[in-house]
């Protein structure tokens, strides 16, 4: 049985060739806007990477917003239940706001 978990969020654009070449990796999807349409971006999302990034060489930029912490709960907590430790990787606090939902979901998991 592992002893710990790794995570990561969707702004990794880990792609299934890559992931396939790696420990397991569970991804958490994002939201997105672009051009007034909501999307999930990440693993079972309704987005592609290649339609993502096509969208953005077109000049339709993405608005991304912040987890929802009960998200990283949904995520986080059956992990945990099992002993598993959890390694989460992502954006710094200087690029994304995304880490203060991680770190909220964390303090309560703790």
Do not use: W
């Not at 420990?23 to 592609?48: F, H, L, Q, R, W």
């Amino acid at each position: 049985m592992a002893t710990y978990q790794i995570f990561t969020d969707a702004t990794a654009d880990m792609s299934t060739d890559l992931l396939s070449r790696l420990p397991a990796v569970k991804i958490i999807p994002m939201k997105v806007e672009i051009e007034g349409c909501d999307y999930t971006y990440g693993p079972s999302g309704n987005i592609s990477v290649q339609e993502f990034y096509k969208l953005q060489r077109s000049g339709n930029f993405a608005r991304t917003s912040q987890i929802n912490p009960n998200v990283y709960l949904e995520y986080f907590e059956p992990f945990l239940h099992q002993g598993i430790d959890i390694l989460y990787l992502c954006f710094s606090s200087g690029m994304s706001g995304t880490i203060q939902s991680a770190n909220l979901s964390i303090n309560e998991l703790r």
